[in-house]
Protein backbone atom coordinates (compact mmCIF):
# COMPACT_ATOMS: atom_id res chain seq x y z
CA UNK A 1 0.00 0.00 0.00
CA UNK A 2 1.82 3.58 -1.00
CA UNK A 3 1.82 6.23 1.56
CA UNK A 4 2.75 9.64 1.45
CA UNK A 5 3.27 10.91 5.08
CA UNK A 6 3.41 14.79 5.74
CA UNK A 7 5.15 16.48 8.73
CA UNK A 8 7.15 19.49 9.18
CA UNK A 9 3.24 21.86 9.29
CA UNK A 10 2.95 24.44 12.41
CA UNK A 11 2.19 27.87 13.28
CA UNK A 12 4.01 30.19 12.18
CA UNK A 13 4.19 34.45 12.37
CA UNK A 14 4.48 36.05 8.90
CA UNK A 15 8.24 36.53 7.90
CA UNK A 16 8.93 33.50 9.27
CA UNK A 17 9.81 30.24 8.23
CA UNK A 18 8.62 26.23 8.08
CA UNK A 19 10.18 23.15 6.32
CA UNK A 20 7.80 21.01 4.84
CA UNK A 21 8.63 16.69 4.54
CA UNK A 22 7.61 13.87 2.76
CA UNK A 23 8.43 10.25 3.40
CA UNK A 24 6.95 7.99 0.75
CA UNK A 25 6.56 4.16 1.44
CA UNK A 26 4.85 1.09 -0.39
CA UNK A 27 6.01 1.26 -3.73
CA UNK A 28 9.26 1.91 -5.57
CA UNK A 29 9.24 6.02 -6.39
CA UNK A 30 11.36 5.37 -9.06
CA UNK A 31 10.72 8.25 -11.94
CA UNK A 32 8.00 9.63 -10.31
CA UNK A 33 7.49 13.52 -10.32
CA UNK A 34 6.25 14.31 -6.32
CA UNK A 35 5.17 17.93 -4.89
CA UNK A 36 2.79 19.89 -2.93
CA UNK A 37 -0.72 21.49 -3.15
CA UNK A 38 -2.92 23.98 -0.76
CA UNK A 39 -6.33 23.75 -0.27
CA UNK A 40 -7.64 26.67 2.15
CA UNK A 41 -11.13 26.47 3.47
CA UNK A 42 -13.43 27.41 0.77
CA UNK A 43 -11.30 27.29 -2.05
CA UNK A 44 -9.74 24.94 -4.36
CA UNK A 45 -7.06 22.49 -3.68
CA UNK A 46 -4.03 24.25 -6.10
CA UNK A 47 -0.82 23.39 -7.37
CA UNK A 48 2.17 24.59 -5.21
CA UNK A 49 5.52 22.88 -6.57
CA UNK A 50 6.72 19.89 -8.15
CA UNK A 51 10.16 18.34 -9.05
CA UNK A 52 10.54 15.55 -11.55
CA UNK A 53 12.33 12.59 -10.22
CA UNK A 54 15.84 13.50 -11.35
CA UNK A 55 15.72 17.01 -10.14
CA UNK A 56 16.16 18.61 -12.79
CA UNK A 57 12.75 20.21 -13.64
CA UNK A 58 10.94 22.09 -10.69
CA UNK A 59 8.04 23.75 -11.47
CA UNK A 60 6.19 26.86 -8.79
CA UNK A 61 3.47 28.71 -8.47
CA UNK A 62 3.71 31.85 -8.74
CA UNK A 63 3.31 33.31 -5.88
CA UNK A 64 5.64 31.60 -4.16
CA UNK A 65 8.43 32.14 -6.62
CA UNK A 66 11.54 32.95 -4.57
CA UNK A 67 10.29 31.94 -1.14
CA UNK A 68 9.41 28.37 -1.56
CA UNK A 69 12.42 26.11 -2.85
CA UNK A 70 11.39 22.21 -3.47
CA UNK A 71 13.60 19.17 -3.38
CA UNK A 72 13.73 16.13 -2.90
CA UNK A 73 16.27 13.06 -1.83
CA UNK A 74 15.44 9.88 -3.71
CA UNK A 75 17.74 7.65 -1.25
CA UNK A 76 14.91 8.31 1.55
CA UNK A 77 11.89 8.57 -1.11
CA UNK A 78 11.48 11.98 0.34
CA UNK A 79 10.42 15.20 -0.37
CA UNK A 80 11.03 18.59 1.02
CA UNK A 81 9.09 22.15 0.60
CA UNK A 82 11.47 24.81 2.38
CA UNK A 83 8.94 27.95 3.13
CA UNK A 84 10.61 31.21 3.99
CA UNK A 85 8.91 34.70 4.27
CA UNK A 86 5.72 33.33 4.98
CA UNK A 87 2.18 35.31 4.54
CA UNK A 88 -1.06 35.28 5.98
CA UNK A 89 -2.73 33.83 2.67
CA UNK A 90 -0.01 31.07 2.58
CA UNK A 91 -2.40 29.33 5.79
CA UNK A 92 -3.43 26.24 4.00
CA UNK A 93 -3.64 22.07 4.66
CA UNK A 94 -0.61 21.31 2.53
CA UNK A 95 -0.70 17.95 0.83
CA UNK A 96 2.14 16.05 -0.48
CA UNK A 97 1.59 14.53 -3.94
CA UNK A 98 3.32 11.92 -6.53
CA UNK A 99 2.45 11.43 -10.32
CA UNK A 100 4.27 9.82 -13.04
CA UNK A 101 4.55 13.38 -14.60
CA UNK A 102 5.92 16.14 -13.61
CA UNK A 103 3.53 18.19 -16.12
CA UNK A 104 0.39 16.64 -14.99
CA UNK A 105 1.20 17.02 -11.92
CA UNK A 106 1.63 21.19 -12.82
CA UNK A 107 -1.92 20.36 -14.55
CA UNK A 108 -3.39 18.67 -11.37
CA UNK A 109 -3.68 15.03 -12.18
CA UNK A 110 -1.96 13.55 -9.01
CA UNK A 111 -1.65 9.52 -9.04
CA UNK A 112 -1.24 9.57 -5.25
CA UNK A 113 -1.80 12.38 -1.92
CA UNK A 114 -0.79 12.70 1.50
CA UNK A 115 -3.47 13.08 4.42
CA UNK A 116 -2.03 16.96 4.61
CA UNK A 117 -0.41 19.05 7.16
CA UNK A 118 -1.94 22.11 8.29
CA UNK A 119 0.14 25.14 8.29
CA UNK A 120 -0.83 28.16 9.93
CA UNK A 121 0.64 31.91 9.49
CA UNK A 122 -0.32 34.64 11.84
CA UNK A 123 -0.49 38.07 11.01
Known amino acids: QVQLVESGGGLVQAGGSLRLSCAAS????????MGWFRQSPGKEREFVAA????????YYKDSVKGRFTISNNNAKNTVYLQMNSLKPEDTAVYYCAADRGVQAMVAGTVTYWGQGTQVTVSS
Open 51 to 58: ISWSGGRI
Open 26 to 33: GRTFSSYA
